[in-house]
T-cell receptor, first 114, second 114 residues
Framework: SQQGEEDPQALSIQEGENATMNCSYKTSINNLQWYRQNSGRGLVHLILIRSNEREKHSGRLRVTLDTSKKSSSLLITASRAADTASYFCATDANEETSGSRLTFGEGTQLTVNP | ETGVTQTPRHLVMGMTNKKSLKCEQHLGHNAMYWYKQSAKKPLELMFVYSLEERVENNSVPSRFSPECPNSSHLFLHLHTLQPEDSALYLC?????????????FGEGSRLTVL
């Protein structure tokens, strides 16, 4: 089964620096999504990139997708202390099903130090 | 406020108790989900409901019993749980029943089984 695997597991940076997180998966996908989770809270959707897209931007977020390498990266530019959270990639199976079948990775814990 | 509300936020129960988790979405979505999040493990998809019909049951033990009385409400009935069932249970919804949409999560119900 496909599964997103994030790398690194933990990342600690200073405010103002850029943070890059990577995700690898195993099988073909419809789309790949990134989510953020503050400690003990629910997940919040950040950005979705479709399998025919290579790059997408949303504010300080930049996501790339390389389907030949089955990998994606999430870049947060000019990080802030409020960006401290866990970040998850999730892959959507390339099949016609009722309901989403997102498969999540274990996440990257990002700490942005003031 | 994500439009998905979960209650209770925290629950402590003994192994012989019967309790229920409740989820309500105010987004007009047609699909709802239960996920389990345990420490150091990826999110696990438990159940999927699309248009009030259960379309996925990921080999979840029968001590977890879902109920979806309408497209806005989802319950997870719990009975004779084990300590290893302690986790954060997340409810989510998506706009339609196709496998391409983003998920909107609630804040989760933190369950502790003694």
């Amino acid at each position: 089964s496909q599964q997103g695997e994030e790398d690194p597991q933990a990342l600690s940076i200073q405010e103002g620096e850029n943070a890059t997180m990577n995700c690898s998966y195993k099988t073909s996908i419809n789309n790949l999504q990134w989510y953020r989770q503050n400690s003990g809270r629910g997940l919040v959707h950040l950005i979705l990139i479709r399998s025919n897209e290579r790059e997408k931007h949303s504010g300080r977020l930049r996501v790339t997708l390389d389907t030949s390498k089955k990998s994606s990266s999430l870049l947060i530019t000019a990080s802030r202390a409020a960006d401290t959270a866990s970040y998850f990639c999730a892959t959507d199976a390339n099949e016609e099903t009722s309901g989403s079948r997102l498969t999540f990775g274990e996440g990257t814990q990002l700490t942005v130090n003031p | 406020e994500t439009g998905v509300t979960q209650t209770p936020r925290h629950l402590v129960m003994g192994m012989t108790n019967k309790k229920s988790l409740k989820c309500e979405q105010h987004l007009g979505h047609n699909a709802m989900y239960w996920y389990k999040q345990s420490a150091k493990k990826p999110l696990e998809l438990m159940f999927v409901y699309s248009l009030e019909e259960r379309v996925e049951n990921n080999s979840v033990p029968s001590r977890f019993s879902p109920e979806c009385p309408n497209s806005s409400h989802l319950f997870l009935h719990l009975h004779t749980l084990q300590p290893e069932d302690s986790a954060l249970y997340l409810c989510a919804s998506s706009q339609d029943g196709r496998s391409t949409g983003e998920l909107f999560f609630g804040e989760g119900s933190r369950l502790t089984v003694l």
